[in-house]
C-alpha cells in the first residue's frame, strides 16, 4: 500500500501548470513593464503641455511682431524712450518688447529700431519665447 500511495503524489511527464514561484516572475515582469508605460506617459503628457505652452507663446510673440512692423515708425508703442511700458497681459501670458535706436549703416545717426518681443507665461516650468527683429526708417 505505501508504494501506491507515493506513485500518487509523485508527479507525472503529463502534468501540465505553472509553479508559484513562476507565476510570481511573470507577475513581477508585467508589473514591471505596466510601471515603465506608466512612467512614459507621465513623461508624454508634461512634454505636450510644455510644447502646447511654448507653441502659444511662440505664436503670441509672432503675432506681436506683426503688429509692431505695421505700425508707423514714429508710434508711441516703438518708442525707446517708454520701455517700461511696452506690455500687456493675454491670458496666462504677459508680452513685452523693449525698443532701441541702432544705427546700420554706422554713418553716427540713427536709421533704425531694433525691437525685441518677450512672451512669459505664468507657469514655472515654461521657458520665455523672445523675438527680435530690425524696423527701419523708411
Known sequence: MRHDQADRFK??????GFTFIELMVVLAIFTIAVLAVAAMQVTSISTNASARIS????????NQVEALMA??????NLDPDLNP?????DGAYTVSWTVEWADLDEDGNNDSKTIEVTVQCQN???RDVSIQYIKPEI
Open 124 to 126: 514655472p516650468n515654461a
Open 85 to 89: 511700458d511696452h506690455h500687456f497681459t
Open 11 to 16: 508527479p507525472s511527464s503529463d502534468m501540465h
Open 71 to 76: 505700425l508707423p515708425y514714429d508710434d508711441n
Open 55 to 62: 507653441g502659444e507663446a511662440s505664436a503670441l510673440a509672432a
